[in-house]
RNA sequence: GCGCCUGUAGCUCAGCUGGAUAGAGCAACGGACUUCUAAUCCGUGGGUCGAGAGUUCGAAUCCCUCCAGGCGCACCA
């Protein structure tokens, strides 16, 4: 609808443009919106003021000569009112909106995607927890707001690649095989010291004890300087697997899970450090190399390797990076903690520094989020390894509130996420407020079977009948889905669709109260069952883009 | 000290990229189940959009200066 209102009024400034009475361009961007007061119509557009400027002339006078140049051939409109300073308002009329309705029906499941990204691969990166430990409750926001994302863009017609990088090169893979060989040598009856940077988690002791159960004592021959590899490996590997079973029960699936070490094959960063030194964008200095990052707008410029010899993480997130662009990916999204914001420029001017745009390398940036009970903090630490996990929380309160509840605050702020309301079953948790919406209109349709009545076909029901403000609320609600989408994929938001959803149950919960769908009368009845479908099918689509369930009783 | 983020109703937060009289949920108070599910709905009260100046037809939104809180400022990741 919204389209179809900005394309007549491409035309009438076109007409006007071509009787000189309105000065070229026609403007790239019109805006249409809904209005809030149904006094100003159903829509409504600013553009007269936009164009005042360069026409030199008042705004209501250019929202005549657009209202009297608009050709409404499909009928769709009642009228165009001039208002306020200068705003068309348009009064759709009913017929209008009913034929959208239309469009659910035709589309059904694919209803709401788009074809925005017109195919266009897009690498999204998120979580990327160390592997040194299990996922706690920190990571699990990153994670919904990731795969939340990525289905957001898979539906407005991206490509969307998921990825899970795997730090597993760094020298905190060594600690954490140290921390479990100091386990094993103690579970032996040794007296063991823990040094600063090791891990003291109580998944460290099981690690520990399961490698005992396993290969009994015989490493306790063994040099240390050959046990920690192996015992790295080990753990390493047993931790991985777990985040990724964690991840799978929370509803996050990775198309790939991308191992650091995978850069260091055939001394990868080494030569592409190598390269871009040649380009001028490395330097030397007092035995470290340096990447200049000052160049693209970094404060100072950045180590890539130290003193000794070994490359720092940016070193390596550098080829990560090139490797992605490599892969063919036109964009690329990182998602990360609000604390990691400062590695923004550096990242960025690295990018720049490969040969791409500025643009290619989006950062969605996520807010900490404060665990409580009750209203009260729980402590968390991970030096100690006293931390609430993941699996912990989808154990206590569900899969869907929980991903639910990660999605209810813009990502960059903080996040209250309390256990005890997120278990309850009640008004304080708006996920069931939508599930209820969902499980209610399933209902109606099973009863109205069973009193005879089916949801009549799009051309076989009477939809002029769905007069109520109430339904048409409903209706213009339900024609907002795919522009909800196209937002949150523009502006990278994945809390919108929570918050349209919040809106659209609401609707629907409103209107339940206030009338009945089945009655006696065949076509109202066959008409409001053809709206509470068109409801049901968004609810469901949307739903299935939080990775929320949708259940048919409650 | 420098940089980034945040500041909107008692509380938790939206505000569609500058639009018309700033919204929702909780909490408070008062109502609605013999009905397609009351995990719901209806109503009432509640605001100096942190403060001040500026830009323009028009500012919660953009610019500048302050104030308050958070987070960064490694040859850690």
Redo the contacts with the bound molecule.
Sequence with gaps: MKQALVRLLEKSIQAGIEQKVLPPPVPTRI?V?????P???DY?S?IA??L??QAKKN?REIAKILSERIEDRDGLLEKVEI?????L?FFVRQAGFARLLGDVHRQGERYGSSDLGKGRRVQIEYVSA?PTGPLHIGHARGAVVGDVMANILDAVGFKVFREYYI?D????MNNLGKSVLLRYRELLGETVEFSEGCYRGEYIRELASELRKRDGDRYIREKPEDLIPRFTEFAAGAILEGIQEDLRIFGCVFDRYFSERELYRDDGVGKLLGELEEKGFIYRE???LWFRTTAFGD??D??VV???G?P???AADIAYHLNKFQRGFESVIDIWG??????IPRMSAAVQALGYEKDALKVI?V??VNLLREGKPVAMSTRSGEFVTLREVVDEVGKDAARYNFL???S?????FDLEIAKK??????V??V??AH??I???L???AERGYTVPAYDRADLSLLQLPEEVDLVKAVTRFP?VLE?AA??L?P??VT?YL?DL??LF??Y???????SDDAALTGARLFLCRSVLTVLQNALKILGVSA????
Excluded at 33 to 37: A, G, P, Q, S
Excluded at 425 to 430: F, I, K, L, R
Excluded at 512 to 518: E, H, L, T
Excluded at 551 to 554: A, G, S, W, Y
């Design positions: 805006e919106e809904l209005t809030k007061d006094g100003h119509g409504a600013n003021m936009v005042a400027k705004p208002a306020g300073p200068g705003f308002n160390n730090n090169a760094g020298n905190q007092e035995g470290t404060e100072k950045r180590v130290r003193q000794n070994d720092t993480y940016f609000a604390d990691h914001h400062g590695y940036l807010q900490l209810m605050r813009r960059d702020s903080h996040l209250d079953q009640s008004n304080e948790n708006p069931y407020y599930q209820y499980a209610r399933c209902s109606i099973r009863i109205a522009e937002g523009r502006s938001e809390h919108r918050f919040n149950a609401g919960h409103s339940y109260n206030k009338n009945k769908v089945i259940p048919e009783k409650m």
